[in-house]
């Protein structure tokens, strides 16, 4: 019997190395070590992103919406289509119930002239109640928090004119918010002023997270949902361009994020209600829902990291590079006509 | 005649076995067409770190599926912060299979670290280390420093223990008795000792699936019973002169002590192995006071009969020198199934001892409530928890 129990303990010992493959595989960690392994790769860090959502066209996708006139009034309307059921893969291998506006987390980025007559079909396609709560000046009936829309195709029409100026975001105020919120269900708005920005290359980053575990802690973090996306697809910009984020903070359950800029400094509008920046530094603080729109520009060309400098979230995925490529149209300026 | 009485051994067997096929139909019938009738209740995946080795900038995580259903593992961290990441053989887990996760990461010794390990459906396991101390590596100088460990722990106390035999000699009957009665004491505390050691490596190694307290109290049982049946036929076959039934029991204490031994060897080979602890000159002592009081248990039975010193000695070995093979298992081939597998057989074969020194006192003496008895198991229990303080 004691040969026994002891021969059959050795085989649950040994299993651990009978099943060993021989096609070697190699991977590069971050600190540049480079590993063989005859098993698979884990790595959400370096291995190109098969995600379904793209972040690389999320970026810079702006909606204007159907446009209309009336009375020389802008109209714009947007259909947006509410569901609950999706499973996405959110990191390499990692599977999350995301709740989406229009398919996805983020939700389209809607984009205004102040002033605009702004209308949204809402739909619900989802198993629970959901709704539209944008941030901004509108009647309280379109406030998107006492007139839940029915699951199953329940509808309503919000409408309200464009304003203030600036980049706000919007998202589902159906209790329990902070569930609502985590699982995905925002977006950003943007107000453009009548008179228009200097033209610039724009771009939008919504700082988010997924609680893939439900712990009332954030597993990932990222710029546009997916970590560590910008550090294997660096976003390509030039030299000497006027760059301009519309960054929005969404992350849940942490009280702050920020983001600050390798190799150069920013211009902040906070909100982007004004068009004096507030501060001209390389590292913002935001707080939930807390936004502003950030414009730069690279004098050198090269690779320069952006990151969350709560270092936690940027080793959790929200870190990513600007390719500054060499811009021939524009010779190199020696003095900062941007700083103001 | 032959021919009905063959029938009727037929008929027998065949009302044995029918049960079983109806059994075997029910259990085929369960899972293949009535299966989406019973599926309700959502099966949650899990997934087991049984083992963190610290190597060369690599930190080497054994993880097993340990839940109802199949698995794939997405993600590895340290310190709750993703790494990049091998697993072998492959990242899918069948239920009960294991794999090994190599985390490239440049730790630094003694800090504690949390490994993290993140399965598809985002759900995250993770285990704590006190303090990163680099996996130890199998050499002949390294067995031969567990060696003397193991000598130190297990040979040299029970030897000491066993110079005691003459004292026990020379003091009258109801000394004897007593120290009978502190051998019980001694015994049932080491019991217990080992059981609760299992408990604990259970707790922290084992998924509630392998119901490792329920694993521990089977194995001690069955243990108990192999080596209770297998003492009485040996006892009673062979024509025992009334000068070798104690040099019997003796051998059979011996061989009980020696298989605690063997789980003690195992915990402090392990815990040098995984780098748990730092193996202090001071536990030593501790297990040595501890284990002197073994040597007390194997003289007691001995002392009132003549038996050669070599016996003796060779009792002390097989009680003692276990403790070196215990770290070399411990240290070099650590793992939790084999430590509780060790702790429980070792716990049985301790109570079975106990009790046939009880039938032993009680066939002298028809009476076992005496003073002598009572306190000598008390205060054996009580040598055995003060010396325990000290492990």
């Not at chain 1, 390719?323 to 003095?335: A, C, E, F």
């Not at chain 2, 598809?120 to 590596?137: C, S």
């Not at chain 2, 000699?169 to 120290?179: A, D, E, L, P, S």
């Not at chain 2, 003289?299 to 000695?313: N, R, Y």
Request: hydrophobic share 45%.
């Amino acid at each position: 019997m004691l040969s026994a129990i002891i021969g059959i303990s050795t085989i649950i010992v040994f299993s651990v190395f009978s099943e060993a493959q021989l096609e070697p595989k190699v991977f590069v960690t971050h600190s540049g070590q480079v590993i063989q392994t005859s098993g698979d790769v884990l790595d959400p860090l370096y291995t190109a992103s098969t995600v379904e959502f793209d972040p690389g066209k999320y970026l810079r996708d702006f909606n204007y919406g159907r446009i209309s006139e009336l009375n020389g009034q802008t109209i714009r309307e947007f259909t947006i289509i509410a569901e609950d059921d999706k499973i996405q893969e959110i990191s390499p291998g990692v599977f999350y119930n995301v709740w989406t506006f229009n398919g996805t987390v983020p939700g389209p980025t809607i984009r205004a002239t102040e002033g605009d007559l702004v209308r949204i079909h809402f739909i619900n396609n989802g198993s629970k109640s959901h709704t539209m709560h944008f941030h901004g000046i509108h009647p309280a009936e379109m406030d998107g928090v006492f007139e839940a829309v029915g699951p199953g195709g329940g509808q309503f029409t919000y409408e309200f004119e464009a304003g203030p100026v600036g980049v706000h975001p919007y998202h589902c105020h159906v209790m329990p918010l902070e569930e609502h919120i985590s699982h995905g269900l925002y977006g950003v708005y943007i107000v453009d002023p009548k008179e228009e920005r200097p033209p610039a290359d724009e771009m939008v980053m919504v700082l988010n997270g997924f609680d893939t575990d439900f712990d009332t802690e954030n597993n990932f973090y990222a710029a546009n949902s997916i970590p560590f996306y910008y550090q294997h697809h660096p976003i390509q910009i030039k030299t000497n361009e006027l760059i301009r984020i519309y960054v929005v903070n969404m992350v849940e359950f942490d009280p702050i994020n920020n983001l600050h800029l390798h190799g150069n400094l920013y211009n902040y509008y906070p909100t982007g209600t004004s068009t004096v920046p507030s501060t001209y530094t390389d590292m913002i603080t935001l707080s939930q829902t807390e936004r502003g729109i950030m414009e730069f520009k690279y004098d050198y060309p090269g690779k320069y990291l952006f990151h969350a400098h709560k270092v936690e979230f940027s080793e959790k995925g929200w870190v990513g590079i600007f390719l500054v490529n060499d811009n021939p149209d524009q010779k190199s300026q020696t003095g900062i006509d941007y700083e103001n | 005649m032959k021919i009905k009485k063959n029938y009727s051994k037929v008929k027998t067997i065949a009302s044995g076995i029918i049960p079983f096929g109806f059994l075997v139909i029910m259990i085929l019938y369960l899972i293949g067409p009535s299966s989406d009738l019973l599926e309700f209740g959502v099966s949650l995946p899990e997934i087991t770190i049984e083992k963190i080795e610290f190597i060369d900038s690599e930190i080497h995580v054994t993880v097993r599926n340990t839940g109802p259903i199949p698995v794939k593992i997405a993600m590895a961290d340290v310190n709750d912060r993703i790494q990049s990441a091998a697993i072998e053989p492959d990242k899918s887990l069948e239920r009960f299979e294991t794999a090994l996760v190599r985390i490239p990461f440049s730790w630094n010794e003694a800090e504690p670290y949390t490994i993290g390990i993140t399965l598809d459906d985002g759900v995250r396991f993770d285990k704590f280390i006190e303090a990163a101390t680099p996996a130890i590596k199998s050499d002949y100088k390294l067995a031969g420093f567990f060696a003397i460990i193991g000598t130190y722990v297990g040979i040299i106390p029970v030897m000491i223990g066993l110079l005691w035999l003459p004292f026990i000699k020379r003091i009258g009957k109801n000394k004897y008795n007593f120290f009978l009665a502190l051998t019980i004491g001694l015994l049932v505390f080491l019991g217990i000792d080992a059981m609760l050691e299992g408990f604990e490596v259970s707790k922290e190694n084992f998924s509630t699936n392998f119901n490792g307290e329920l694993l521990i109290i089977t194995i001690t049982l069955l243990s108990f019973l192999g080596l209770y049946y297998s003492a009485e036929k040996l006892t009673s076959r062979t024509s025992l002169t009334a000068s070798s039934k104690p040099l019997a029991i003796g051998l059979m204490i011996a061989i009980g002590i020696g298989l605690h031994n063997l789980g003690e060897g195992l915990a402090i080979g392990a815990a040098i192995g995984l780098g748990q602890v730092a193996l202090s000159t001071f536990l030593i002592v501790g297990f040595a006071l501890h284990n002197t009081t073994e040597g007390i248990a194997i003289a007691s039975p001995l002392a009132k009969t003549k038996s050669p010193i070599s016996k003796i000695i060779i009792l002390g070995l097989i009680a003692g020198s276990p403790a070196i093979l215990g770290t070399w298992i411990g240290g070099f081939f650590y793992s939790p199934y084999t430590a509780i597998v060790f702790l429980s057989i070792g716990a049985g074969a301790i109570f079975q001892v106990a009790l046939v020194i009880l039938k032993w006192l009680y066939q002298s003496e028809q009476k076992l409530v005496q003073a002598s008895i009572v306190s000598g198991i008390g205060v054996g229990m009580l040598i055995m928890y003060l010396t325990s303080i000290l492990v």
